[in-house]
C-alpha cells in the first residue's frame, strides 16, 4: 500500500499587513481512497514581524462524530516574543472498568445505601422507589447485562464496607472537578492573555 504524496504552499498575511507567512504542506493520496494532510514548516517572511514575532498554535479537542472530522482544532498565531501561549488543560476524564468503581463514581454515598435499602426492602426491580435504585440497575443492565437484585445488592454492600479504599468516589470527584474547574478558568485566563497581543494566522493556498 503506497501513499501519492503533494506538496503545496499557503500563504496568511503578517501582522503588519506588509508581508507574509508561509506554511509548507501535504496531502497524501493512498490507494483506498484515504487522505491525510501535514504541515512540515512555517517561515516569516517579513522582516519587521520576523524580528518581533514567532509562530505557535493551539490544539483543541472537541467532541465530534467521527464522520464529522477528527474532533481536533488547531489555530496558528503570531506571538510577541518574550510571550508564549500555555499549554490548555482539558478536563480530566474518569474511565473505570469495574463496575463497582463506576457506581462509585457514579453514585453518592447516601445513595448507594439509600438502593441498598430500598432493594432490600422492595425485593423487585419493578418494586423500586429511590431513584438510585434504578439508576444503579440500569448500570448493570448496561454493564453486565444482569438486573436481578440477589445479584446486585451483595455488590453494593460490598462496596459500602469498603468505601474508604475508594480513590475516585462520587464526592472526590465532585471536589476535584470544583478545584479542576478553577484550574481550567485561571489557564484559559492566561492564554486569552497572550491570543489578544498575538496575530492570529489564516493560510490560504
Ligand atoms: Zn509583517
Not at 422492595?122 to 443492565?141: A, C, D, E, G, H
Amino acid at each position: 500500500m503506497s501513499w501519492d504524496r503533494f506538496d503545496y504552499t499557503e500563504t496568511s498575511n503578517c501582522a503588519c499587513g506588509k508581508g507574509k507567512v508561509t506554511r509548507h504542506s501535504y496531502r497524501e493520496d493512498d490507494d483506498w481512497n484515504r487522505t491525510r494532510y501535514g504541515t512540515y514548516g512555517m517561515d516569516i517572511e517579513c522582516p519587521e514581524c520576523k524580528s518581533k514575532y514567532h509562530i505557535e498554535s493551539i490544539t483543541r479537542h472537541y467532541f465530534c462524530p467521527s464522520w464529522k472530522g477528527d474532533g481536533v482544532s488547531v489555530r496558528t498565531y503570531l506571538v510577541p516574543n518574550g510571550f508564549t501561549i500555555p499549554a490548555v488543560i482539558s478536563a480530566r476524564t474518569f474511565v473505570f472498568s469495574k463496575i463497582d468503581e463506576r457506581i462509585v463514581a457514579e453514585v453518592p454515598y447516601d445513595g448507594i445505601k439509600a438502593a441498598l435499602d430500598d432493594m432490600v426492602v422492595n425485593k423487585y426491580t419493578t418494586r423500586l422507589q429511590s431513584p438510585y435504585s434504578r439508576q444503579i440497575v440500569q448500570m448493570f443492565k448496561k454493564a453486565l447485562k444482569k438486573t436481578r437484585l440477589s445479584f446486585i445488592t451483595p455488590v453494593l454492600a460490598e462496596i459500602l464496607n469498603n468505601y474508604d479504599s475508594y480513590k475516585w468516589t462520587f464526592e472526590k470527584i465532585s471536589q476535584f472537578r470544583i478545584t479542576e474547574r478553577e484550574r481550567i478558568e485561571s489557564n484559559e485566563a492566561k492564554i486569552a492573555e497572550v491570543l489578544k497581543k498575538s496575530f492570529e494566522l489564516n493560510f490560504q493556498s
